[in-house]
């Protein structure tokens, strides 16, 4: 069981990651074939669960990494076509830009920003809750 301002951080980021969804769903329509059993775009409840795009943030405590702890942006195209490795960085990258953009929309007031870690973008700044009682 979590903590209600714990689970009021995660629903935040949840539509924040549902808001680049239609985004990204917007931009590349057509672009490749969604896989033949993954949901059409818009046919669950959940925008994770469908279209050709699935999107979401993992925490991690950052243990030797460049950036410390943070929320890993993780992006994965949901299609048989081959997608070149440049072509998937280029979304990553294009991802990283759009969530920076949205995080005073969705954490005003939080100093939280987008870095690159290695290979991989995250999401790292001020988690704080404040008081917890």
Do not use: C, W
């Not at 702890?69 to 992006?75: A, T």
């Not at 998937?88 to 870095?115: I, N, R, W």
């Not at 290695?118 to 009682?133: A, E, N, W």
């Amino acid at each position: 069981m979590y903590h209600p301002k714990t689970q009021a951080f995660d629903k935040k980021m949840k539509h924040l990651f549902d808001e680049v969804d239609d985004y990204l769903e917007e931009k590349y329509q057509g672009v490749y074939r969604i896989h033949p059993n993954r949901p059409k775009r818009g046919a669950t409840s959940n925008k994770a669960a469908d279209g050709l795009f699935n999107l979401g943030a993992q925490f991690t405590a950052g243990y030797g990494s460049e950036t410390g702890r943070g929320y890993i942006i993780d992006v994965k195209i949901s299609t048989l076509e081959t997608v070149k490795p440049e072509k998937k960085q280029a979304v990553l990258q294009e991802t990283a830009g759009v969530v920076e953009s949205l995080l005073p929309k969705y954490f005003p007031g939080k100093d939280l920003k987008v870095e690159r870690d290695g290979g991989l973008y995250k999401i790292v700044g001020d988690f704080s809750l404040g008081s917890l009682y």
